[in-house]
């Protein structure tokens, strides 16, 4: 999965459920794909818990981007001032059941000294393997009225160095806030996280169907998707070659549109636009376009 902010090669890996349909059709699970789902989960499950931290406000002790922590991009991120010590803050905006919690971290600006004895991997640019070991060190907590807090995970003396940590409560802990104090990142940068994203229920109803949808052939391999602005937190478009074969999905947020350019050429297209929320999920009507 391309990040491809500070090298053209930079990137992460993602994995799927695979299997194979009784018409022996291969399909790939990628709904809410990069969102928690247990290893037994059979296929196309709904997820068990909801993004709860989308869009949601963030401080910071100090530098910029505070507002990248919750945008669910990976390729921007808030950076603190300078090295050392530093925290951000995110507000769910009401007391939620919180479940999970996964931080990425990110690098930015690492200016590090090649070692002379380094062996160069490729001729044409400077690259190396780096033998020293490195850490990730933090602290996890969270309030439900931010000034009584609980520490969810404490990795102050932690001798890894994972830039997409994972935190699973033992049971739901109802929480507004979650802080994360940065103690130490590797190379000595400074506090960098693209994003803490925070995983449970809310309390309220999960959205209304998407209205207005329609799709529009712009080609042979390609449509554009749309529907009626609404307040849910984002859709998940299906598409596949047959109605009860949807196995194709494309999750939007912040808008109301995407194009699909993935179609195969001359086959019948199906869809389905699903709303989500804080709540939960709720599915729409299959079309032919």
Partial sequence: MSISI??????????????????????CDQRFGDWPVRMDAKPFDKPDFMLLSYGCKASVSSGEGEDKITNECIRDWWRAAEPGEAWCCVDLGEVMDVNAVQINFADEGIDEDIPEDADRLVAHEIRYIDLEERVTRWVLEGS????NWIVIEDKSEAETNLCNDFIMLD???????????????????????????????GKGEAPAAATGVRAEKKGDIDMLVSWDADDAVGHNILWGYAPDKLYHSYMVLGRNEQNIGALMKGE??????????????????VFEV
Avoid at 10 to 27: I, P, T
Wanted: proline share 4%; glycine share 10%; with cysteine.
């Fill in 6 to 27: 500070n090298n053209d090669m930079e990137r992460r890996l993602g994995l799927w459920k695979v299997g194979f349909n009784e018409d022996g059709d291969m399909f």
């Fill in 144 to 147: 439900a009225d931010g000034e």
């Fill in 171 to 201: 049971e739901a802990a109802e929480l507004r806030y979650l802080r994360l104090t940065v103690l130490e990142m590797p190379f000595d940068q400074p506090a960098t996280v693209c994003g803490i994203r925070v995983f449970g229920h």
């Fill in 268 to 285: 019948p297209v199906f869809a389905r636009v699903d709303a989500f929320n804080e709540n939960g999920i709720t599915e729409g009507t």
